[in-house]
């Protein structure tokens, strides 16, 4: 067994890889068969994730021996090398067809989900501005909380809430979406857009569109994959100097 | 090559970095100010040039592409890794922002759908 543990925390990337592979296959067998794919296999392989390092240490898994490589996979050097890697998901031209109304709606869609998001924090008590910007970059999507966490500084209980928010955001946008598409008339490529520029959670939104109607998830996935992006340039940045300057 | 891609995702990964650094020590911030979305904006921009100018062979794409769709799992690990036990002690902040911050960008959708049919 001891020397099992060794092996494992010598190739701990390695390993990594096979748990995170098992905890995606079991995530997507769960919202297939249980969810009937209303919640997105993303949300619940990450929820798992959450619980996982519940039961582990101050680095969650990566605090139990054998899962030390957990920290470098979801480090932020391979964290951030993948999300700019999805960037290769969206068009220049296609953002260009939407027009200002588009670029108007990821801006509003940030700054509204930040400060809603960031107000509750510092209501239910987290009232210094890192925790602030933070937890508001949370409510943006589950990639800009922890992005925005790290260049503030801020500590990694909080880090945890705002991805924990980010994946609340995605479980409820996809659920909600079916329901709400009608009387919000998200049943276009303009609006699907729209719909994924304010909103802004990625795998919440194509989950949600797809419930919704098919055809709608590239526009919806287009602007929401964007939303990421104007979120991990304006939280760290402006958002978090308006919060630092008034609290 | 695969690797080709991978090399191009690096270089505008470095590149947004070092935009993002420059700009935390113009603010005197301990940390890296929007390096990430810079990378994307420069990969969105190379992306759109290589496919104008019809120089993007396919297999470098599958090398950026690649990590793309890595995005998720990575994501998963990163949650397994964080200090969740601390962050429980605030949970119905992350249950209360995460519905109400969501609630509040679906309230807007009516307004900015109507914004963009008056401008056509």
Same mark, same amino acid.
């Given at each position: 067994m001891e020397e099992l543990v060794k092996l494992l925390d010598k190739n701990g990337l390695v390993f990594a890889f096979l748990v995170v592979g098992i905890i995606m296959y079991a995530a997507y067998v769960i919202s297939k068969k249980l969810t009937k794919s209303t919640i997105p296999g993303a949300a619940i392989a990450i929820s798992i994730g959450l619980v996982l390092a519940y039961y582990g240490g101050n680095k969650g898994i990566a605090s139990v021996p054998a899962f030390s490589g957990m920290a470098l996979l979801g480090g932020s050097m391979l964290r951030d090398f993948a999300i700019v890697g999805? #960037?290769?998901? #969206?068009?220049y031209t296609e953002i260009k067809k939407t027009g200002l109304v588009g670029l108007l709606c990821l801006l509003v869609g940030t700054v509204i989900a930040f400060f809603v998001g960031g107000s509750i924090g510092y209501a239910m008590g987290y009232t210094d501005a890192k925790s602030f910007a933070t937890i508001g970059a949370g409510a943006c999507t589950f990639i800009v909380g922890p992005v925005t966490g790290g260049a503030v500084g801020a500590g990694s209980d909080v880090i945890a809430i705002s991805i924990a928010i980010g994946v609340i955001k995605s479980i409820v946008v996809a659920i909600a979406t079916p329901f709400v598409a009608k009387s919000l008339q998200i049943n276009n490529p303009q609006t699907a857009m729209i719909f994924g520029g304010l909103v802004g959670s990625t795998s919440g939104v194509s989950a949600g569109l797809a419930a919704t109607d098919v055809k709608l998830v590239p526009y919806g996935a287009l602007t929401a994959t964007f939303h990421t992006a104007v979120g991990c340039l304006l939280c760290p940045s402006v958002l978090y100097f308006i919060v630092d300057y008034f609290l | 090559m695969k690797i080709y891609g991978v090399a191009i995702l690096a270089a505008c990964f470095l590149i947004g970095h070092i935009i993002g650094d420059a700009l935390g020590r113009v603010f005197h911030l301990n940390g890296n100010l929007g390096g990430v979305g810079f990378a994307m904006l420069l990969l969105i921009l190379l992306n759109d040039y290589g496919k104008k100018k019809n120089i993007l062979k396919h297999e470098t794409e599958s090398g950026i592409l690649f990590w793309s769709t890595m995005y998720i799992p990575v994501v998963v690990a990163m949650s397994a890794t964080q200090n969740v036990k601390a962050a429980l002690s605030g949970g119905w902040v992350a249950i209360l922002a995460g519905i109400l911050a969501t609630a509040a960008c679906y309230a807007l959708i009516p307004v900015f759908s109507k914004m963009a049919k008056s401008k056509k």
């Open positions: 999805t #960037a290769m998901g #969206a068009s | -």
